[in-house]
Nanobody
Framework: QVQLVESGGGLVQAGGSLRLSCAAS????????MGWYRQAPGKQRELVAA???????TYGDAIKGRFTISTDNAKNTVYLQMNGLKPEDTAVYYC????????????WGQGTQVTVSS
């Protein structure tokens, strides 16, 4: 059974940095795409950043230029380096991975809280 485990969240002051990690276990395959989403209280879950197996990267408009996504394919791990954090970045950050064969399988992590104080 595939599990995604996030780590690296916490409390940071505005302007600070955090690095999130998401390690996948239980899979015998590489994912077609991995990425990060976030959900703030009272808001819908939104894309932060995603990377597909070809190397194409997509960033959400709110974080462009501040966050960087990267992967270690050998470890089935995806990272999110977050710099220049703002109070509006406060949210639960979720790791997402997908694999497409004859159908698409989507996996989510349990989420990690990121809180940015002003």
């Amino acid at each position: 059974q595939v599990q995604l485990v996030e780590s690296g969240g916490g409390l940071v002051q505005a302007g600070g940095s955090l690095r999130l990690s998401c390690a996948a276990s239980g899979s015998t395959f590489s994912f077609n795409a991995m990425g990060w989403y976030r959900q703030a209280p009272g808001k819908q879950r939104e894309l932060v950043a995603a990377i597909i197996s070809t190397g194409t990267i997509t960033y959400g408009d709110a974080i462009k230029g501040r966050f960087t996504i990267s992967t270690d394919n050998a470890k089935n791990t995806v990272y999110l380096q977050m710099n220049g954090l703002k109070p509006e970045d406060t949210a639960v950050y979720y790791c997402r991975a997908s694999k497409t064969t004859t159908q698409t399988y989507i996996y989510w992590g349990q989420g990690t809280q990121v809180t940015v104080s002003s």
